[in-house]
């Protein structure tokens, strides 16, 4: 059996991520890591100690829902309230970072972005350019969704 790279790896753990979020509007998962180590994760789901929207509805504005903290920030976060440094990391996403996110992603100083599908932002591509980020494309594993049987994930819009 081939071992799988440390990209697909990483990238299969943030879908198992993925299958803990909170809004089904669409489920992500996140996890940063520095020298082949993780070191923090996260998912999209509501402020803490507050009702999920899977069980009292999404908070929609503009086409989506602004319920949730997203999971890159989750990660970012996370990291922060222990005290892990994520400087010069990588982080695994399984969708592109939306523009809010991408701006945390490039202030925490990550280094690298690695996102399964594709989200809603093109401004992420020419930002990571002018920044030095370094931004790549990883298709989501079919073989990691159905082995972990993570529900579907649903439409954007
Ligand atoms: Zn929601
Ligand atoms: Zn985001």
């Known amino acids: 059996m081939q071992?799988?790279?440390w990209d697909r790896y990483f990238m299969?753990?943030?879908?198992?991520v993925s299958s803990r979020s909170t809004c089904s509007r669409k489920n992500v998962g996140s996890v940063i890591v520095r020298d082949r180590t993780i070191l923090s994760t996260g998912y999209n789901g509501s402020l803490r100690g507050l009702p999920h929207c899977d069980?009292?509805?999404?908070?929609?504005?503009?086409?989506h829902c602004v319920a949730t903290i997203h999971a890159e920030q989750n990660a970012i976060i996370h990291a922060?309230?222990?005290?892990?440094a994520i400087n010069d990391g990588t982080i695994y996403v399984t969708a592109s970072p939306c523009w809010s996110c991408f701006k945390s992603i490039?202030?925490?100083g990550l280094r690298r972005i690695v996102y399964g599908e594709f989200y809603r932002d093109e401004r992420i591509f020419e930002f990571s350019q002018r920044l030095g980020i370094e931004?790549?494309?990883?298709?989501?594993s079919t073989a990691a969704l159905s082995a972990s049987a993570l529900p579907a994930v649903p439409p954007i819009e």
Request: proline share 0%.
């Open 55 to 63: 069980d009292i509805g999404h908070m929609m504005e503009g086409g």
């Open 135 to 140: 931004l790549e494309h990883l298709a989501l």
């Open 106 to 108: 490039a202030n925490a």
């Open 12 to 16: 299969d753990i943030a879908q198992v």
């Open 3 to 5: 071992r799988v790279s």
């Open 80 to 84: 922060a309230k222990n005290g892990v």
